[in-house]
């Protein structure tokens, strides 16, 4: 037996770690969603300010957590020194999880609940944010079982492209594609723009958004 140790070899300069990335761009999509949501109610938080820093209280927003998530790694690449789209492929599946597990939250606390339907299926039954309970659209449940599939679709694709970014990208797809479709089963209330759902317009926005950069960066690559 050698009693020679080996040493290792300390990581190379510049490299990415993934956690802090993760970290650093999910903290600020959390204090984005937060913000955006206190500033859209700021009639009852001006009156409450402590309660705006109470997270888990529930009360995010979907748009403010892009802003805040591309913030983030606008912040990350600036220290890191690294390309944009190097680093958003980085935590294109942290952020699909979080996104899953923010709908599993929904579902434990009975947030971002569906819509009355007309059904004699007593599983359906979920109570309001007033504890009226009536059968609904399981959009926590349908988010879930989405947010899995679309981590299962990273994982599998995630690492067949060949452009940075492109991960991103995807995960930004599935991610606002999930929440527009069931936003618009969504019975909670909500702030409107015109007839539509303000979160339902974010989505779409977001979706679109991600989609012509997605296009234009596909155009003429092999993937």
């Known amino acids: 037996m050698s009693d020679h140790k080996e040493q290792l070899a300390p990581p190379p300069q510049g490299e990415v770690n993934p956690i802090d990335a993760a970290l650093l761009v999910i903290a600020c999509a959390m204090v984005g969603a937060r913000a955006f949501f206190v500033g859209s109610h700021w009639i009852y938080y001006s009156q409450n300010i402590a309660e705006s820093l109470w997270f888990w209280q529930g009360g995010l927003s ?42 599993l939250g929904c579902l434990l606390e009975g947030c971002a609940y569906g819509r009355e ?68 089963t969504r019975g909670d209330p909500a702030l409107y723009y015109g007839d539509f759902r303000v979160d339902t317009v974010a989505a779409g926005m977001i979706f679109m958004g991600a989609l012509l950069v997605m296009v234009w960066r596909l155009r003429g690559s092999k993937i």
């Open 62 to 103: 979907w748009f403010g957590g892009a802003i805040g998530m591309f913030v983030g790694l606008l912040i990350f690449a600036g220290i890191k020194r690294k390309p944009l789209g190097e680093l958003a492929d980085v935590v294109a599946v942290p952020l699909a999880i979080v996104a899953t597990a923010s709908w």
């Open 117 to 184: 339907i007309s059904t004699s299926l007593t599983i359906l039954n979920a109570p309001d944010l007033f504890g009226q309970i009536a059968p609904r659209w399981p959009a926590q449940l349908v988010g879930v079982l989405y947010g899995a599939s679309a981590i299962l679709v990273l994982l599998y694709f995630g690492n067949r492209f060949h452009q940075s970014g492109l991960s991103f990208l995807l995960s930004v797809l599935l991610i606002s594609g999930g929440l527009f479709g069931l936003s618009l």
